[in-house]
């Protein structure tokens, strides 16, 4: 009898929590952590949740060097985000494992994607399904300290719009002293950080030549372009000067000390280049080649809907993405974490053309390319190899190409097994 | 009714325990709490040791469920030219790694070991490193390295008008320049060590060779380093498995870089980790981590041998 109370009352029990939990439906979200994000982030959380009562989200960060582990093994073991960020250059490996399901075509239709977002949301169609949507993109432009221009005689409100006056910007604000050791770098150079994309992406093609081919499985620049493209970078060092790989340790370092006359870096970078005090420094477009041919990288995180989110949380997860990929959010990112929006509407404002820092990245978006990587690292670090070979053990530009083509080709390959 | 039945439930058992002699209740006792360690070991060290000859038999991605691919891993290694290389600069620490610093801290220790002036503060200054983060000591070794207007090695060697030098930008200089730094930083704990050792030499053994006449030399050699055999043991076996498994120093010295330029720093460990947690060809790596493992073992034992106690 005692029993028999017992049981329905424990059943009335989980009966009220089935119906608690059927009333608001919590979603995770999952991203790295890097402190405007997070801060925007749960900024855009706090306004979707106030939308939307019945949804609740929690709010989950990892540090970037573990996030994609993080994700890999949450999925082994049947956990992980219904919604989640990732780079879009980890798509390959995260469809296939079953990580990302497909945006549902009702809530996100690929004419609508299309025509509203850049074209290098592209990057994140595989077949005829998109698997996620960039809050926020990535290009690069050219930082030049105004300081070290005025110095040299430069006009600090006219800087280099080709190849061949950054050169000869670089050579008026290099700095040495007697005894030959470089004191100001004119440019710097680090492969490491956004030169291997300046090189493949916009280097290669101002040469008249394309990096990959087959939707970038295939390597393409062992060829006269990229031969070319390999010899202006390493002549920098090598015959004209201007510039050191590993000088101040890091690229942007020697930027920001004030040390580096010029540096090719991206969005991101603005947050630690606006804390710079001791001068004043200007961003333009990437420099044209003679003819006038532009180029540009741009990347971007992406956020997409876990494969095994289903049912309710999947309704909610459709609504949380939609509300973090539409012009507000992106909006309210551009303003605490200073990236891109990623709609042209939400982009290409009077406002953001206008502004002096934005208005050049905004720019090289309109031409701007996005390789795809099967595995970033592995094909950054094949590009500071090559360089390397070239600066450090005298190898000719040629083989050095050559070998770089067929290491990465073979990176390639071995990924699409 | 209840308590009756519990009651007599639990008496035969109660005098199960207590029929027990008092040498078995002890020994099950003793076991009991032995077992903990040896439960716990066998989780988290040995079962994972074992698995991971297992994986390096497949083609683990972390995604997908391991597949056995035979000995493909294996072959893959034994003919890609990085993996030798990556060999060769781990041999390369550990054979000028251990035998430099365990000089450098033995004359050290030796000579220190005399001197009354000072003496614990010297000891505590070469005893310092050995207390620091190893990142927050590669980074200060890092900026050392660098070219003139910072760095402060190359500024010291311009006032001396000798060139610049390239240091940890160079595929020659870069091994050797990290090899000091992972040196430097082990040298204390060896000095202490030794020093240990020195002390426990009784020193009527020194007087009676000094009674007898024999030089420093001779007593150094015939007295000091035979009876300081046990403690060059431990230091050269523990000094090996630390260069064999060098990794924050290379890590952190080359960050933007990593195991370069041109990998001609890269240790065996930073390979491992990079093909496991950036590439996550686990399996890959597994079948690495079974090979630097061998080596572990093997060079452990040979040295055991060697330096084995003549009876």
Do not use: C
């Not at chain 1, 040469?207 to 010899?231: H, I």
């Amino acid at each position: 009898m005692r029993k028999a109370t017992l049981l329905a009352g424990l059943i009335a029990g989980f009966s009220t929590l089935a119906l608690n939990a059927a009333q608001a439906v919590e979603i995770e979200y999952w991203q790295y952590v890097f402190e405007t994000r997070v801060k925007a982030m749960d900024e855009l959380i706090a306004n979707f949740e106030k939308a939307n009562p019945d949804i609740t989200v929690k709010h989950t960060t990892f540090p970037y060097a573990d996030y994609q582990t993080r994700v890999i093994a949450a999925k082994m073991g049947g956990q992980g985000p219904d919604v989640m960020q990732f780079f879009y250059g980890w798509l390959d490996k995260f469809a296939a494992g079953e990580i990302l399901q497909p945006l549902p075509k009702d809530a996100f239709p690929n004419d609508k994607i299309e025509s509203e977002f850049f074209p290098i949301v592209s990057a994140v169609k595989r077949g005829d399904d998109y698997y996620g949507l960039p809050t926020a993109v990535r290009s690069l432009a050219l930082f030049y300290n105004k300081k070290l221009f005025t110095d040299a005689g430069l006009d600090p409100n006219n800087p280099p719009k080709t190849l061949d006056e950054y050169v000869a910007a670089a050579e008026k604000t290099v700095k040495r002293d007697n005894a030959g050791n470089m004191t100001v770098a004119g440019t710097t150079l680090d492969m490491g950080g956004q030169d291997h994309q300046w090189w493949r992406e916009v280097l290669i093609r101002q040469n008249g030549g394309e990096p990959y081919r087959d939707n970038d499985r295939k390597v393409a620049y062992n060829s006269d372009a990229g031969k070319k493209a390999l010899k202006f970078y390493t002549d920098l060092q090598l015959e004209k000067k201007v510039g050191q790989v590993g000088f101040m340790d890091e690229g942007q370092a020697a930027f920001r000390a004030g040390m580096a006359a010029m540096t090719i870096d991206g969005t991101f970078r603005l947050g630690a280049f606006k804390s710079i005090e001791g001068f004043e420094w200007g961003v333009t477009e990437l420099p044209a080649n003679a003819e006038g041919v532009r180029s540009n990288y741009a990347s971007y995180f992406a956020n997409g809907i876990s494969a095994k989110t289903e049912g309710e949380k999947l309704e909610a997860s459709k609504k949380f993405l939609a509300y973090i990929s539409s012009p507000e959010a992106m909006d309210i990112w551009l303003k605490t974490v200073g990236e891109l929006p990623a709609r042209r509407s939400a982009a290409l404002t009077e406002a953001n053309l206008a502004d002096p820092i934005y208005a050049p990245f905004l720019k090289g978006l309109e031409y701007a390319h996005t390789t795809l990587f099967v595995d970033e690292q592995a094909q950054r670090q094949n590009a500071i190899d090559m360089a390397n070979r070239v600066l450090l053990e005298g190898q000719s530009v040629d083989d050095s190409i050559a070998q770089a083509a067929e290491a990465e080709q073979a990176i390639i390959d071995e990924a699409a097994q | 009714m209840a308590t009756t039945v519990d009651l007599g439930g639990a008496a035969p058992s109660r005098s199960l325990w207590h029929r027990l002699p008092m040498r078995t209740k002890r020994l099950v006792w003793v076991w009991s709490f032995l077992a903990l360690p040896i439960v716990f070991y066998t989780v988290i060290r040995f079962y994972p040791t074992v698995d991971a000859f297992w994986l390096s038999l497949t083609n683990w991605d972390l995604l997908k469920p391991p597949k056995f691919i035979g000995l493909a891993n294996y072959q893959k290694m034994f003919a890609d030219a990085q993996f030798w290389k990556v060999f060769r600069n781990t041999f390369a620490y550990l054979i000028v790694g251990t035998p430099v610093s365990l000089l450098l801290s033995f004359v050290i220790a030796y000579y220190l070991d005399r001197v009354r002036v000072m003496h614990g503060l010297i000891r505590a200054l070469y005893f310092l490193p050995f207390l620091t983060t190893a990142a927050a000591m590669a980074w200060v070794w890092r900026w050392f390295y660098q070219p003139a207007p910072i760095g402060v090695i190359n500024n010291f060697l311009g006032t001396l008008g000798i060139p610049q030098q390239p240091f940890i930008r160079s595929v020659d200089q870069a091994l050797p320049s990290i090899m000091v730094t992972a040196i430097w930083a082990g040298l204390g704990f060896q000095i202490i060590i030794f020093m240990a050792g020195l002390r426990a030499i009784p020193s009527t053994y020194y007087e009676a060779a000094r009674i007898d006449g024999l030089g420093e030399w001779a007593i150094l050699r015939k007295i000091t380093l035979p009876l300081l055999k046990p403690t060059t043991v431990f230091l050269v076996v523990f000094s090996s498995i630390g260069f064999l498994r060098i990794f924050d120093q290379v890590y952190n010295m080359t960050t933007n870089d990593p195991g370069g330029p041109l990998g001609s720093t890269k240790p065996l460990v930073l390979l491992i980790y990079q093909t496991a947690f950036n590439s996550y060809a686990m399996g890959y790596a597994a079948a690495q981590t079974v090979v630097l493992f061998t080596i572990l073992l093997f060079v452990s034992l040979l040295q055991l041998w060697i330096l084995r106690e003549k009876k």
